[in-house]
């Protein structure tokens, strides 16, 4: 019976001590505390970098949509958070912990809400698989564990420890794979049914989003879309797949919009244009 205290009194006065000696150790399997540390840090430097709509409207909508796919998954347990970033830009991304970003430039391009809602759900596919967690667990460098333990310390006040925090985020922000687009594809195409919503706005704003590339020569809007997403005409193909191995009495079930999706629209339109940045 004494047993459990004494593992109480160590952990209470050598925490710091035993977390930076364990992780960069083991470089490392990232605990779902850490795991919404990292993402924590990284959305607070997103926050410093990157404008965000901050309109009640359409956040409250993304918000909404965003936490009645996410859940519906394996992990409905995390905290999710849904941003809407003010850029026209077409481009999405999802931090570690639940921490989903959708840019402006989707939501002016989504004609319904199963498009977005595709969108939104390949980017919840990838927290859930633990995409770039799995990605800092195999890069068994010190780096990443040294800047682990500034994460959850806040001990870190050095330069080198400074450079070790920008390699983990990089790290944070690392491109996946195309296993990894793929996993996330046919996750996120499951879990838009889950909800209720049709899975085709994945084919269509894929198709979209390819014709408009094509067309700009990849030089436009969607350039940092295909950067981060390669392979486009593959996973539509893979799309089209899954969607003829879906009953079309399930597909015709599903519904592909709804009034709050356009009425995010008409919002949308009412404000002031998107920044139109060259870059993310
Ligand atoms: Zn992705």
Not at 269 to 275: E, I, R
Request: charged residues 15%.
């Amino acid at each position: 019976m004494t047993t459990p205290l004494h593992f109480a009194r160590v952990s209470r006065f050598v925490p710091l001590l035993s977390l930076s000696f364990t992780l960069s150790l083991a470089a490392c399997a990232v605990s779902q505390q850490q795991e919404v540390a990292l993402g924590q840090q990284a959305a607070d430097q997103v926050k410093t970098q990157m404008a965000m709509l901050n309109d009640g409207v359409v956040t409250a909508y993304v918000s909404a949509l965003g936490n009645s796919i996410a859940r519906k998954t394996s992990r409905s347990d995390l905290s999710w958070q849904f941003t809407v970033v003010n850029t026209d830009v077409v481009n999405a991304f999802a931090l570690p912990g639940g921490f989903i970003y959708v840019n402006r430039g989707i939501l002016s391009r989504a004609e319904n809400e199963s498009e977005l809602a595709a969108v939104i759900a390949h980017e919840i596919e990838h927290v859930v698989r633990r995409h770039s967690v799995k990605q800092m667990e195999q890069a068994q460098g010190a780096n990443i564990g040294v800047s682990l333990a500034c994460v959850l310390t806040n001990v870190c006040n050095n330069q080198a420890a400074q450079a070790a925090i920008q390699v983990g985020g990089t790290a944070v922000f690392a491109k996946f794979s195309r296993t990894d687009e793929k996993q996330a594809d046919d996750g996120g195409f499951q879990n838009v049914i889950r909800v209720g919503i049709s899975p085709r706005g994945m084919l269509t704003f894929f198709q979209k989003l390819l014709a408009e590339e094509q067309q700009s020569g990849g030089s436009g809007a969607t350039a940092s879309w295909f950067a981060d997403h390669p392979g486009t005409q593959d996973r539509i193909d893979d799309v089209r797949q899954m969607l003829a191995n879906t009953p079309s009495a399930t597909l015709n079930a599903l519904r592909s919009d709804s009034p709050d999706y356009q009425n995010m629209k008409r919002r949308l339109a009412q404000l002031p244009a998107a920044p139109k940045a060259a870059t993310r």
